[in-house]
């Protein structure tokens, strides 16, 4: 599968922004899905994903209550709806396809397929 992430830009402190992540080829919805970020000079770490259902959903304690992860399996993609967003999310965001079951969905090995990121930056 490939993945196809925009929506990213400069928003205000405060303000709202939705990424969405498309997918190419068969099977979406057998696929656990996430999103990752990566600030400049940091390591990359866990924001939310999604179970193959959408029924079960699981956030960073960092973003809990101001992201939310949503997918629409008939149309292949992932959306991220941020809100409240403030200067430390400023950061490159990616999503993150496996279609095998996994373990800790908090950890980046745990995903084969990647899209390229969208910059995502907050200004105070």
């Known amino acids: 599968v490939q993945l196809q992430a925009c929506g990213g830009g400069l928003v205000q402190a405060g303000g709202y922004l939705k990424l969405s992540c498309a997918a190419s080829?068969?099977?979406?919805?057998?696929?656990?899905l996430a999103w990752f970020r990566q600030a400049p000079g940091k390591e990359r770490e866990f924001v939310a994903a999604?179970?193959?259902?959408?029924?079960?959903?699981y956030y960073a304690d960092s973003v809990k209550g101001r992201f939310t992860i949503s997918r629409d399996n008939a149309n292949n993609t992932v959306y991220l709806q941020m809100n409240s967003l403030n200067p430390e999310d400023t950061a490159v965001y990616y999503c993150?396809?496996?279609?095998?079951?996994?373990?800790?969905?908090?950890?980046?090995?745990?995903?084969?397929?990647w899209g390229q990121g969208t910059e995502v930056t907050v200004s105070s």
């Open positions: 999604i179970r193959r259902s959408g029924s079960s959903t």
């Open positions: 993150a396809a496996d279609r095998r079951y996994i373990g800790n969905y908090r950890r980046v090995s745990e995903y084969f397929y």
């Open positions: 080829g068969r099977a979406f919805s057998d696929y656990t």
